[in-house]
T-cell receptor, first 113, second 115 residues
Framework: RKEVEQDPGPFNVPEGATVAFNCTYS??????FFWYRQDCRKEPKLLMS???SGNEDGRFTAQLNRASQYISLLIRDSKLSDSATYLC??????????????FGQGTILTVHP | DTGVSQDPRHKITKRGQNVTFRCDPI?????LYWYRQTLGQGPEFLTY????????KSRLLSDRFSAERPKGSFSTLEIQRTEQGDSAMYLC?????????????FGDGTRLSIL
């Protein structure tokens, strides 16, 4: 089983749609969680951290369920510029492993006019 | 530009050759990470440094791979006797602090192609 699992998609949605991505992780001791965005042939960029209480940044909402080891990202009112690969990322469990990021395969999103 | 800088951007070489990549982190970032990404996959952790100390190495980092950060600033990643399976994007990231909880900022990567 992969440490971080995501549905690779692709998700094709019209502008203005709401889309949700899910992710599961295997190490229950993992301490912090992120969503990164990666455009085609570019480097990954931090989109947002994910907190147990849930957090929102504009049109983006991230949720974490530690009991189920499940992370989600919701994008509302999709824009063409949201088209990218969204990477679910889990930080190491502690000690020297903290800082070692484990990435999911990524979910491809295409927003069309 | 004060971001993470990687050199070269692209490297094409024949199988069996040695290659070396360089990464310059964001100034004063204590931590420096190397990842590898193949097509259709997320980046995979290779190794990281805290200042000049190499604290973790992945099992992916075979004995043909070596990384250094001698003065705690820039880092190099060397691959000896390259194989076709080494073809990938090699990404460097850096972060502030020493706890591993700070956001990692990635460079543009070095794309390696083995002929």
């Amino acid at each position: 089983r992969k440490e971080v699992e995501q549905d690779p998609g692709p998700f094709n949605v019209p502008e203005g749609a709401t889309v949700a991505f899910n992710c599961t992780y295997s190490n229950s001791a993992s301490q912090s969680f992120f969503w990164y965005r990666q455009d085609c042939r570019k480097e990954p960029k931090l989109l947002m951290s994910v907190y147990s209480s849930g957090n929102e940044d504009g049109r983006f909402t991230a949720q974490l369920n530690r009991a189920s080891q499940y992370i989600s990202l919701l994008i509302r009112d999709s824009k063409l510029s949201d088209s990218a690969t969204y990477l679910c990322v889990v930080n190491g469990a502690g000690g020297t492993s903290y800082g070692k990021l484990t990435f999911g395969q990524g979910t491809i999103l295409t927003v069309h006019p | 530009d004060t971001g993470v800088s990687q050199d070269p951007r692209h490297k094409i070489t024949k199988r069996g050759q040695n290659v070396t990549f360089r990464c310059d982190p964001i100034s004063e970032h204590n931590r420096l990470y190397w990842y590898r990404q193949t097509l259709g996959q997320g980046p995979e952790f290779l190794t990281y440094f805290q200042n000049e100390a190499q604290l973790e190495k992945s099992r992916l980092l075979s004995d043909r791979f070596s990384a250094e950060r001698p003065k705690g600033s820039f880092s190099t990643l060397e691959i000896q006797r390259t194989e076709q399976g080494d073809s990938a994007m090699y990404l460097c990231a850096s972060s502030a602090g020493t706890g591993g909880d700070q956001p990692q900022h990635f460079g543009d990567g070095t794309r390696l192609s083995i002929l």
